[in-house]
């Protein structure tokens, strides 16, 4: 993620905080949320992708694999 998208999350958090947005500032906040959040969401699910879990019968499947079967 870019420092300077999450330098502008924080000063318009701590603005709404103290003063306040405006429409314009609250518009830019949620667009800057959402590539906020869709960087994490990439992250995590990157994350994952390299996560094992080791079943009962001492078999190492990825993580994703499991949890697929889980919910199905």
């Known amino acids: 993620m870019e420092k300077d998208i999450l330098t502008r999350i924080n000063e318009l958090a701590k603005k709404k905080k103290t003063v306040g947005l405006t429409d314009a500032e609250a518009t830019e906040q949620k ?5 906020y959040l ?5 992250q995590f699910a990157s994350t994952l992708d390299n ?17 697929a079967k889980k919910n199905k």
């Open 38 to 42: 869709g960087d994490i969401r990439t």
């Open 51 to 67: 996560v094992s879990v080791k079943d009962k019968d001492g078999k190492v499947v990825p993580f994703k694999e499991v949890y």
């Open 31 to 35: 667009e800057l949320y959402k590539i």
